[in-house]
Structure formats: C-alpha cells, structure tokens
C-alpha cells in the first residue's frame, strides 16, 4: 500500500510551461483518475509519476519519501501504457516473467505469482500464446499481469483502454474496476473519456491547460462542478448553460430570468439561492439535460422544484434505452435526454419541465460555480 502526494509541482518544456501547479493527494488503496481533453497535460503529469519526466519544479512523494530524483526502477511503481509495450517474439508468459528473471527471483517464486495473477485475470489459458495471437483485450490482460507481478506499492495507467472499441472498453473498464477493488493498490489512472474516469475512480482530477480544475468525488464533480470547463467536460451529453439574470419575482422568490425567442422572459424559479451573485445578477444556469423532461401535473407534484416554459424541438435522436432532443431555449440550443416513451418529436412545441433542483448558477465572467446561500 501507498499514498501519493503532489505539492506544486510545474514542468516546462523550453518556453512551454504544461503543468502549472499541480497539487493531489492519492490516500492509501485509493484509485484516482486523472481526466481531461488531449494536452492538458496528464499524461505529462502521469510520466513525472513514473520517473520518466524530470520536475521542473515542485514535490512528489510516494508514501512521504520524496522522489523526485529516485530513478523509476526504484520508485516501486508498476505501469500500464497505452500500447501495451509487450516484446512479440515472448509468449504471455514470458512478457509477465521478464521483469522478475532481470531482477533475479527465483523460478519457484517466479511460478507462484505468475499462477496467481493469471487465475486473477483469467489467462491462464493464453500464457503460451505470443502477442500476435492475442486480441486487444487479452494484450492488455498480459500487461496487467506484468505490472501485478511485481507487487509494487503504486500501480500507473496510461489510457489503457483507447486501442480497443466500444463494447470491449466497456468489458475491460469492469474488469479493472474489479481487479481494483480486489487487490486494493493504490492507483493512478490516466484517461480522456470521462465516463472511465466517473465509473473508475474514487476521486477525480479534472485537468485543463495544465492546471487541475477541480479534485473531488465523481458525485460532487458531476453535480456541482468548480466552473463551465468542469460542467461541460463532464458528462455525455454536456450540461446546457443559459445566460440569465437574477431577479426577485413573487413576493421576493429569486428567479433566473431567460430571455426567450419572441421577445418574453421565461422566470425560473430557484431552489438553491446562491450565498451570493454578481453585482449586475447575471448569470449563467447550466441544467443537466437529464432534468429536462415533459411537464404534467403529476410530474409537478413529484418534483416541487420543477420550472415550465415551451420550447420548439429541433431534432430527435432515438438512441434505445432513451431519447436525446435538440431544443431551442432563446438564442442557445438545449439538449435533454428523454423516457422513449413520451419523448418529443421534431417540430414539436414541448410543454417543457426544468427540475431547478440539481441547477447550478455560474459567474459569466469568471466562469465559477456560485455556491448556494445553505
């Protein structure tokens, strides 16, 4: 077991400074994912981990020794790359064992982990096998079989799963989940696709432009995201944002005006006051498209917190288990996510239901979460 800490750390390549700052804490057993668009720099940040990427400046420790000058064979760290990095003319076994015959363990030794880790992966049957007749899923099998041979105290993961398709991504992420939970290291896990890192990790770094934009929980993350960056990163489709404006409206409740197509304002009420708001009450409201619904009475009297107003539909999308739609609220297009049955038709002029409950407001000039009054 071990934990990770990262004290403002910066790394500049020439001119190009890539991380600007960084500071995380991974506690013991705790997997952690790193996400963000391509270039922000984690991968970056996963490397300087690993030894394989020099510090600019800043601190890293593994379990409060400080490493930033420990070569990587001596950070007991194992890594899992994108490419799997497997030798071809080596059968599975052989890849899995390398490792272990450079460093000198004995055969007998070398046996029982190599029995252990392919019952846990389910592999035994393919360890005579050379890369080449593997399929991507098995490959990668072969490559956490190498990294968990060596039983190091901090496992890395640099986006293993992006050479595989959809449904086998799906199959491998289930499989690390529960390999995780299992072996119970402590891991750091490098991704672009924020689905992996919501279903994977315990905490997740979201990373923009070198700098970590919020460290939290995937619930929190997801709910209340730190600024328009994290909201529209996180989650498929992206929240909608819609530029309004506080006003107090019957009998003082504090409402998000949104100026609509034909000229009116659409009042949304609001069921988290902000604790406080921009000078002129602009703001930006970002609603998850999944609290956009069809309004009914019964609905309303389910969720007390649920805003109503009509809006054209633009384009249907039948996806099986639900239907995304393409609205127009204003100037800005809204997507929502929809019960197939029930769900708009294109053309339509949906009765339409905002759950302002889960809302988040945003200042439009600093881009951050406003938090709420309680």
């Known amino acids: 077991m071990a934990t990770l800490t990262i004290k403002g750390v910066h790394k500049r390549f020439g001119p190009v400074e890539v991380l600007k700052g960084i500071d995380i804490e991974a506690r013991d057993g705790e997997f952690v994912a790193l996400v963000g668009p391509s270039g922000c720099g984690k991968s970056t940040l996963l490397a300087m981990i690993a030894g394989l990427e020099t510090v600019t400046s800043g601190q890293i420790f593994i379990d409060e020794r400080l490493v930033n000058a420990v070569a990587p064979k001596d950070r007991d760290i194992a890594m899992v790359f994108q490419s799997y990095a497997l030798y071809p003319t080596m059968t599975a076994r052989q890849n899995i064992t390398f490792g272990m015959e450079s460093g000198g363990v004995p055969r007998k030794d070398q046996d029982e982990q190599i029995a252990r880790v392919a019952q846990l992966l389910q592999i035994e049957p393919l360890l005579s096998r050379k890369p080449g007749q593997l399929s991507g899923g098995q490959r990668q099998r072969v490559a956490m079989g190498r990294a968990l041979v060596r039983n190091s105290k901090l496992f890395l993961f640099d986006e293993p799963l992006s050479n595989l398709d959809a449904k086998l991504r799906v199959d491998m992420r289930a499989e690390i989940k529960k390999l995780h939970q299992r072996v119970g290291k402590t891991t750091i896990y490098v991704t672009h696709d924020q689905v992996e890192a919501m279903t994977l990790a315990s905490r997740i770094a979201v990373m923009h432009q070198g700098s970590v934009q919020q460290f939290d929980i995937p619930k929190r993350v997801y709910a209340r995201p730190a600024n328009t960056f994290v909201a529209g990163f996180m989650g498929s489709p992206s929240m909608n944002f819609l530029d309004g404006r506080l006003a107090a409206r019957d009998g003082g409740a504090l409402c998000v005006e949104i100026p609509l197509a034909d000229g009116s304002v659409a009042a949304l009420p609001l069921a988290r006051p902000p604790a406080t708001a921009p000078a002129d009450g602009k ?92």
């Open 283 to 374: 703001v930006v409201l970002g609603i998850r498209p999944e609290h956009l619904y069809r309004y009914d009475a019964e609905l309303k009297a389910k969720k007390p917190a649920l805003a109503r107003l009509t809006a054209p539909v633009e384009l249907v999308e039948p996806t099986g288990a639900e239907t995304v739609a393409n609205l127009r609220i204003g100037g800005r297009e809204v997507v929502g996510r929809f019960d197939p049955d029930g769900a708009p038709e294109a053309g339509e002029q949906l009765d339409l239901g905002i759950d302002m409950a889960p809302a988040c407001l945003f200042d439009p000039v600093s881009q951050e979460l406003i938090p709420d009054a309680s």
